[in-house]
């Protein structure tokens, strides 16, 4: 991200040929106002490009949401594109309770339950 956006500012590319020509094709994708890096789309406005910290602090809060959703997934990550978010590993959002820490609150019972719980309640 932060070659696009050198790129962008200054029009400095890398020395490999390779990655420069990688870097042009790429680009395009992409474009800055006043500052801010964007990511453009087709059918979609614009939306912000975030650093990893920044996008660890919005997978939290979309996370845990005002209504509490505890959206995780494929969830998660079409709530973030509809808030009008971006950073190019977006989709490894899959992985976020386990790098946010205590979010998976849930364990196995620490006691062996019977086969039927309300067997009876039957009889």
């Known amino acids: ?47 912000k490009c975030l650093r990893p910290e920044e996008a660890k602090e919005v997978m939290e809060v979309v996370h845990r949401g005002e209504c509490g959703t505890d959206a995780r997934g494929r969830s998660l990550v079409m709530q973030i594109l509809r808030q009008g978010f971006f950073w190019p590993n977006i989709h490894n959002a899959n992985t976020m309770p386990t790098c946010i820490g205590s979010l998976q609150a849930f364990s196995n019972p620490s006691i062996n339950l019977g086969p039927s719980l309300f067997g009876s309640w039957t009889s």
Do not use: F, H
């Open 1 to 47: 991200m932060d070659r696009i956006l050198n790129y962008l500012k200054d029009e400095t590319q890398p020395d490999n040929r390779q990655e420069a020509r990688k870097l042009k094709l790429n680009y395009a994708k992409y474009t800055l106002i006043y500052g801010e890096l964007y990511r453009r789309s087709y059918a979609k406005p614009l939306t």
